[in-house]
């Protein structure tokens, strides 16, 4: 019986020391044309950064919708501010065509990505397309993440976002009795 407790302990306390290491190796703050994801943000500075209009949202949010450029790269952005005025959002998407041409300028400005991982991805005809996933994170759990292919092969993503969004984004996804 104390060998199991010691063996458990042990187990414990390797864990914790894991853990208490952080996970990230990345950038220390995220900022996209001098926006910083999960700073105070005002849709005036998103339309003289990005020439993009914010409009009202739902729970007092702007949304801003519009045409971005990253050089000669058109994307079609999504930047949300939330009801507080903090910035949750810089969701981007682009012709595939483009990736291997952003992707080096990612890692140019942020550093190698935390994570990256290049899984096969298969159609509903049995055609396999080679994914790249590019993932950086920061001390405060803002990631930034490229995916090469996002729902089909023709568009590519971008998007920086905050802890808090994605925790939205997931609550708003789920199903409640009020639902049925």
Not at 53 to 63: E, F, H, L, P, Y
């Amino acid at each position: 019986m104390g060998i199991a407790v010691l063996k458990t302990w042990f187990a414990v306390a390797t864990l914790s020391a894991l853990v208490s290491l952080p996970a990230y190796a990345g950038p220390k703050k995220l900022e996209f044309k001098g926006l910083v994801i999960g700073a105070k943000t005002t849709p005036a500075q998103v339309l003289k950064a990005t020439g993009v209009k914010c409009g009202s949202g739902a729970n007092s949010m702007q949304v801003c919708n519009g045409l971005v450029h990253i050089g000669p790269t058109s994307l079609t952005a999504n930047i949300v501010i939330d009801g507080k005025g903090f910035l949750q959002r810089v969701y981007m998407s682009m012709d595939s065509s483009a990736f291997d041409k952003i992707a080096p300028a990612l890692i140019e400005k942020y550093g190698m990505p935390d994570s990256e991982a290049t899984p096969m991805l298969q159609n509903g005809f049995g055609v396999q397309y080679q994914q790249t996933r590019y993932i950086w994170m920061t001390p405060d759990e803002s990631t930034l993440y490229a995916l090469r292919y996002n729902g089909e092969i023709t568009r590519s993503v971008i998007a920086f976002t905050t802890k808090a969004d994605r925790d939205m984004v997931s609550q708003s996804g789920q199903a409640s009795a009020s639902d049925l």
